[in-house]
């Protein structure tokens, strides 16, 4: 298959979905093959990561679940809208779910057409990181844990984009964003404790190396970021080796070819723990099951072609 394929730059310099360009040969570029069963490892997950994340977090706690439990401890007290830091902190699991799976549905859309490159790697970075989020709430083992670390991702959240403004609740009101954050900080005071620093390089290499253990999270992460940053070491890794000819982007397939790992692991991990803590249907944990061995063939095919992969 590599032969036949040719490099077909446009007038942009951004290449192919797949073919050599500027000295880079085509085997060392993401071949049809690659895109096609990238796209099915990532897009076959999005349906029912979807479902699951509405069946977690859009109806009632189930009865007998780590989710009910957590929300009956005394901990968990009514705020001032009428509900609860503990219920928020289960809806915020699910926007970071939410988050994420769109990152995932938007780059198997990109995947198979001409051009993209480089935003590949920052769509994957922002699933990365929301699901970075989501890990690092569902990793509380107590209802006061999962307490103050929801209210200290919000806190660092909320500091950036609501330090000098207004924002919206749920129910429409408008509040004073600094006053909010001084509301959080009190709660963590009444329970003896002061805000912490949350950051998000932590969290999301945190998640990479949860999911794949031995996996050198950090340096994925910031290979991600570096790309989305623009930094000179993450965009120079798509250029073509024949810079005389003029600059011209490539997908190198040891550089794009873990994108699908890193999205397919960090899902399967907080999926799997979404539907732990709130206890979702056999039903949808086997078909989310059969999901999962579904892609395992295409992701062992892919790991046999490179074993530095």
Sequence with gaps: MADALKFAAGADGFASRSG????????????????????????????????????????????GSRAEAFLSDSVNVPTSTGASHLQSAHLAIGFYSFAAIDHMRSFSVLLPKDGPVMSLATLTR?????????????????PSELLRRHLNLGIAELSTSAKHSEFTLFNGERINGPAYIDGLKKVLADEGRKAESVGVTALASTVLSDSAPGAPGRAFYSQLS??????????????????EAGIGFVRRRDVMLPYAGMLFGTCRLVLNQIITHFAVEQEHKNRWLGVLE??????DYLRSTDPGL
């Design 126 to 142: 922002g699933a990365v990181e929301a699901f970075g989020k989501a890990h690092y709430l569902l990793q509380a083992n107590s």
């Design 294 to 299: 579904r892609a395992e063939p295409w992701i």
């Design 226 to 243: 570096g790309v989305a940053h623009g930094e000179t070491a993450g965009v120079t890794m798509f250029i073509g080796k024949d810079v």
């Design 20 to 63: 050599g360009s500027g000295g880079v040969d085509p085997e060392e570029c993401l071949s049809d093959r690659d895109v096609k069963l990238m796209r099915q490892i990532v897009i076959g997950l999005v349906p029912d990561a979807n479902v699951i994340t509405h069946l977690a977090v859009g109806q009632r706690a189930r009865p």
